[in-house]
């Protein structure tokens, strides 16, 4: 029996159907990829199949006593716990049990009854198979693999920031050793180093289990099959990502030419009928007619809407664009040594450097946006900065896109907006959904096309790319390739900056020591 069973899974959105009569299996030896394009559905699978969210049609079926491990993309708490008191929760029975046999010593002192020693040595044959008096060695190596010892076992949970939150929950997930993974973009917060040591643990992992992922990269190292969430459709490949794909165009080049093929006969046909319906021949006609009507049509092969970026420039004369001189940032103490660089025009910068170095700290100190602790950063005066943060949070997030839009830009015609929303690629039905209801991929798009209406000549972008598929990610390239102002840009995405960034400042390299 497989691990999980999908059958007849049926689902619509308002009015999106998001799939239709679509079965598949997870195996105990798959480590499944989930592919799609934004707001294709994918992060609505994985809600389904955990219970979260109930079908409009269809059957999911778990193997009995499966502990399941999920992390969505969203992930946050509010815990007052520091991170390592958070990641020892992850333990929980086996504290339990410790504490249960400590009470059984406690007793035999006071009672001397054997048989407490007994229980207590069963207490001990469990705690020693969970590896009880390993956890804390295992908290520390999952704690450096996701670079979360940066941010301090000591410092609460509900004191770091969203990324730092969602790296601290997916390591509790990982030490919970559950038998089934179901991760949403796991490497959104992660740097390159951390996806190594992910990729690392999830080709050793002993389970099976099913993530969602726009790194293409990534799945490429860590999947054996994959499951393409597309056009009302589910449909399951085996191999790696990249061989998924190859099968993937091959069913669609397959498709085409079966939907050509019948096209042309059905135009031969109806021509046929047209001539012959009230002739010598108007009993072959409805013959064909009604061969017509009992045809199972071919459908053609969709395409997705795509995305188009395009930064309006507004022009800079000056060859020095922004001077950072001994800038000392951080919130309570700070973070980095002392930074000094400068940019001149037209120049593209990386800033490089785990999660939760600084980066992000270091931006909003150059923009004025947190106070610093020394040092100044100063643009030059005609210089007009447009800033992406990665958050996505809003306002008011039951409003639509549309609106969002227009609250920012009051003079714009409403069918304006929606062609810049289009552009963008945003289906006509999504801009008029709340936020709250769209992908973190959908919501991304959004936020780059209030970026696209503000005339600028330097652009600052702290991990644009988180939530975004590859058709988008590539617009997205594309246009700050050819921006002609500057590009200051944080990213954990090696291949979308490869090739077209004259600099990269490794901000790991002047991070402080902790004391």
């Not at 409009?56 to 778990?62: F, L």
């Not at 179901?182 to 951390?194: G, I, K, S």
Request: overall charge negative; proline content about 3%; aromatic content about 8%.
């Amino acid at each position: 029996m497989s691990i999980l069973e999908i059958d007849g899974l049926s689902h619509a959105f308002a009015d999106k159907e998001l799939y239709q009569d679509a079965s598949f299996r997870l195996n105990k030896e798959d480590h499944m990829g989930i592919i799609g394009q934004n707001g294709a559905g994918k992060s609505t699978l994985i809600k389904i199949i955990t219970g979260q969210e109930l079908p409009d049609e269809g059957k999911i079926v778990w193997q009995n006593n499966i502990k399941i491990g999920y992390l969505d993309q969203y992930a946050q708490t509010a815990h007052d716990l520091t991170v390592f008191e958070f990641l020892k929760s992850a333990f929980e029975d086996l504290y339990n049990i410790s504490e249960l046999q400590a009470k059984c010593y406690e007793d035999y002192a006071a009672t001397m009854d054997e048989s407490l020693l007994d229980k207590a040595g069963r207490y001990q044959e469990q705690l020693e198979a969970g590896e009880f008096y390993e956890i804390e060695t295992k908290i520390e190596q999952v704690m450096s693999g996701l670079g979360i010892d940066a941010i301090g076992k000591d410092r609460q949970v509900d004191q770091c920031s969203g990324g730092q939150r969602s790296k601290i929950i997916l390591a509790k997930l990982l030490l919970e050793n559950p038998d089934v993974l179901l991760l949403d973009e796991p490497t959104n917060y992660l740097d390159v180093e951390h996806i190594e040591w992910l990729i690392n643990y999830l080709n050793d992992f002993a389970g099976c289990f099913m993530v969602i992922s726009h790194d293409f990269d990534f799945l490429e190292r860590v999947t054996n099959t994959i499951i393409d969430v597309a056009f009302g459709k589910i449909t399951k490949y085996t191999g790696s990502f990249s061989s998924a794909i190859k099968q993937k165009e091959v069913k669609k080049e397959v498709q085409l030419k079966a939907y050509e093929k019948q096209r042309r006969q059905i135009e031969k046909d109806e021509a046929y009928i047209r001539r012959n319906k009230a002739g010598t021949r108007s009993t072959m006609a409805k013959s064909r007619q009604k061969r017509l009507d009992k045809m199972e049509r071919v459908d053609p092969p969709s395409d997705a809407l795509q995305s188009s970026f395009s930064f309006p420039y507004e022009e800079l004369m000056s060859s020095s664009t922004l001077v950072v001189e001994n800038l000392s940032v951080g919130y309570e103490r700070p973070l980095l040594a002392p930074v000094t660089f400068s940019m001149s025009h037209g120049e593209k910068v990386v800033l490089k450097g785990f999660n939760g170095v600084g980066k992000s700290t270091l931006i909003k100190s150059i923009l004025g946006i947190i106070p610093n602790f020394g040092g100044s950063a100063k643009f030059v005066e005609a210089a007009k900065v447009n800033y992406f943060t990665q958050d996505l949070t809003w306002d008011d997030p039951t409003q639509t896109p549309l609106q969002i839009v227009q609250n920012v830009y009051p003079k714009l015609e409403p069918k304006t907006i929606r062609q810049r929303l289009a552009r963008a690629g945003l289906s006509p039905a999504n801009a008029m959904k709340p936020m709250e209801l769209l992908s973190g991929g959908e919501q991304t798009k959004v936020k780059l096309c209030i970026l696209e209406l503000k005339p600028s000549n330097f652009l600052i972008m702290d991990e644009p790319t988180n939530h975004l598929d590859d058709e988008t990610k590539n617009a997205l390239k594309k246009a700050l390739v050819s921006f002609a102002g500057n590009v200051l840009l944080v990213s954990h995405e090696q291949s979308f900056y490869d090739g077209w960034i004259d600099k990269i400042f490794d901000v790991e390299s002047i991070r402080l020591n902790k004391n």
